[in-house]
């Protein structure tokens, strides 16, 4: 099957561990079978691909996500990147012609878009692959899954579908009700949308080109930034008279607020973590190295990473995004295409900072006008290049980098380097790229 | 007057602001009337020279604490250095021969022995003054101070004096009674023994030479460590027939657990907070320079400091202590004679910290078996001499130190320094100490 996952925006709701850099399917929380931790998009791809060894899986996505994609799922999946955000219409006709035009699938082919962030079991996608089946096979143009309501949630919108079949016409979408029309609605035996849709390819390539005057793949990715931001739902769905939905009734969780994380949480805490007896469903979620210790709370989640710290009663966890709107907190950690960085110190006018570059990997040739940078190897080995120099480095190397002299450093193993930033006006914004010489090999 | 601060142990049950080398009392936290902030110890050591600018004030304590208490008092105060843990009984006694032989206090003048961190008003120190004076006058050997009770507490020691005038002959003592007893207590009249004792200099002596062969402060200092952990009250006070009670009617809070200390903070929090409306007698201690986010929570305490943090029900925060001492964390912020340190990052075979030099302070010349050393000097004047050589350093400076090679670095200004330590088996024990060469200037 071809899938298309829609890997969303900066995800607040689950700050300190997600951020502007790092939205919330990348966080490892989910225990794996060999006591390791993965994320939710590790978890969703890993999930088709047991289900579905042949799937394509697509990414679409934003720029910032690329890097972070790569390292978690690795260089063979497929990335649609979006030049900048322009919701789900313009996400998903970017990712239609980037499947027709670079990865040659044909227009009869059926296509499933899917969120990458539902928590789901196998079977989830066990009925992705009969609603692209039916995609393919049925004289409808789009046949969405409805997931049978659990209560009568406020927080999604409704399907009614004609008949209570498997497989149905729509009689009426519902937007987003309050709790009594929920429950009028489920009575009626109306289905959540799980904002999942299968189509035949040429079909969305044709409701895109209706919308949107552009020629192909690349002429669609050059003018993205022009393009009006409009959800799927809004540009294709509410046109569309010709829809099926598919009954799904298996679990799915939305793992959009720490209370619905925490609930798919195995054990209690992730990280160190101390909680005495009087602790009642206390989830604990700590990417510090030093410990939390918990006494006598109810219904709290806790979660400390290099951002700062969440203290939450669970319920009241869904109002957080102002709150985290509000914190102008310098990024301390990010994933980056060569590795990740953190931020160990901040002084007046220093900066230190904890660098990891994965094997094979290195940061852009660069220099910066306002401040000095200092790097003392701490484990691994790699080259660094200095004014067009090349050295080979190890452990307790020091390279010294005053301000305006261009310089990199490339990973032959994992290399870990404590970079210490001297200056007056250290920003992010300082920073010239430039070619590397021709005389240094990259990996 | 003469007053001996009992300045007392490792204090974890204000964990993670206290640990094995920074006791409750030099925690940092009482606003003050500029706006800064300062420790109990700051606190109670501004309001005696307040009452009694003459006041000669003497610290009675152990090494560990020296350097702290000289960085918040100053150099003027009298210390008198416990060698090892002993109980108040060797505590005082040795304290009392310090105040005889090495500061010149006569036989016949009052002392007032008192702890060093009650949360109190100055007439506190009024009547502790008033208390003095009736010690050198009295026919008594003790004059206590007893505290007015305002409520059946189960956490202290209660006096019953003979009646109920200012001053009063002791009729019993009473140890800690559950809160039914407490209340019977009350009704006959009994005060709290706060642990204040006023005494002629001469009477404390006699009872040391009584209960311990020594001849001098010297030679008890000597012998320190073979003396029994003793109490004085057990020692002394219970084998007194001549005691006396103050009363004492002011406002006297002891800070021996967060939710005690919470009452004593003026505002909600210190450092980066942020609580919801929906957050109810809750607060923040946040020793970290990321933001404690808290949502809908309701009589907490949450405090973060580069140790840990404690999130805990105020009243359940009284029972703290047995979980820190199984907490088998490294310390990661330490006060030093010469500044602090801080560990900002711990890898497998390496540990970075900032170091942070007091102006004219140094670090003892010393030198590694297991590890090399780097330093990036990040603000500040100061000179190293690394095997033998003396060098200017200043921010952007790099120094490198093998295994095996002396080292260290004074300051002529405050001094900054990112220290990277690279070794397979990086400890504190890891130090040899000796001698600076004579050519090198101290401060």
């Excluded at 990348?26 to 791809?45: H, N, P, W």
């Excluded at 009426?172 to 929920?182: C, D, H, L, M, N």
């Excluded at 109306?190 to 409701?207: H, T």
Aim: charged letters at 25%; proline letters at 4%; glycine letters at 8%.
């Amino acid at each position: 099957m071809n899938i298309v996952l829609l890997s969303g925006g900066s995800g607040k709701r689950l700050w300190p561990l997600s951020n502007d850099s790092r939205s919330k399917q990348f966080i490892k929380i989910f225990k794996t079978e060999d006591d390791g931790y993965e994320s939710m998009v590790q978890r969703v791809y890993r999930q088709i691909k047991s289900v579905d060894g042949e799937a394509v899986v697509t990414i679409a996505t934003s720029k910032s996500q690329v890097s972070a994609i790569h390292n978690q799922l690795g260089e063979n999946v497929g990335v649609s990147v979006e030049p900048c955000r322009r919701d789900t219409f313009p996400a998903i006709a970017l990712a239609a012609a980037y499947l027709h035009d670079v990865q040659g699938v044909a227009e009869e082919e059926a296509v499933i878009v899917c969120p990458v962030d539902p928590y789901v079991e196998e079977d989830y996608f066990e009925a992705l692959q009969r609603l692209g089946s039916r995609a393919g096979a049925s004289e409808a143009n789009l046949v969405l899954m409805g997931i049978e309501p659990t209560y009568p949630s406020a927080k999604y919108g409704y399907i009614i579908p004609v008949c209570n079949e498997e497989i149905s016409k729509v009689s009426v979408f519902k937007e987003k009700p309050t709790e009594e029309i929920a429950r009028e609605y489920i009575a009626e035996g109306a289905l959540w949308n799980g904002g999942v849709f299968a189509f035949r390819l040429g079909y969305v390539l044709r409701r895109a080109h209706d919308l949107i005057d552009f020629i192909g793949y690349e002429d669609l990715y050059g003018k993205y930034d022009t393009l009006t931001k409009i959800s799927f739902d809004y540009a294709v769905v509410e046109h569309e008279q010709n829809i099926e939905v598919m009954r799904f009734a298996g679990m799915w969780k939305d793992m959009g607020t720490w209370n619905t994380l925490t609930e798919a949480m195995e054990s209690n805490s992730i990280g160190k973590a101390i909680m005495n007896e009087q602790c009642d469903n206390v989830h604990v979620v700590n990417e510090l190295n030093v410990p939390v210790l918990c006494m006598g709370l109810k219904d709290v989640v806790v979660s400390a990473s290099p951002e700062g710290i969440l203290v939450s009663d669970k319920n009241q966890s869904s109002y957080i995004k102002p709150y985290v709107d509000e914190i102008d907190q310098q990024i301390m950690f990010a994933e980056k295409s060569w590795g990740s960085f953190q931020v160990i110190d901040i002084e007046e006018d220093s900066m230190t900072i904890k660098v990891t570059l994965n094997p094979g990997h290195g940061m852009n040739y660069h220099s910066h006008a306002h401040r000095d940078e200092i790097w003392t190897v701490v484990n691994g080995h790699g080259r660094t290049v200095v004014d067009g120099i090349e050295c080979q480095v190890s452990a307790g190397d020091v390279v010294q980098m005053p301000a305006g002299v261009p310089h990199t450093i490339l990973a032959d193993t994992r290399l870990q380097v404590i970079e210490v930033q001297i200056g007056t006006d250290i920003s992010v914004h300082d920073k010239m790229k430039m070619e590397l010489p021709d005389t240094v090999r990259r990996k």
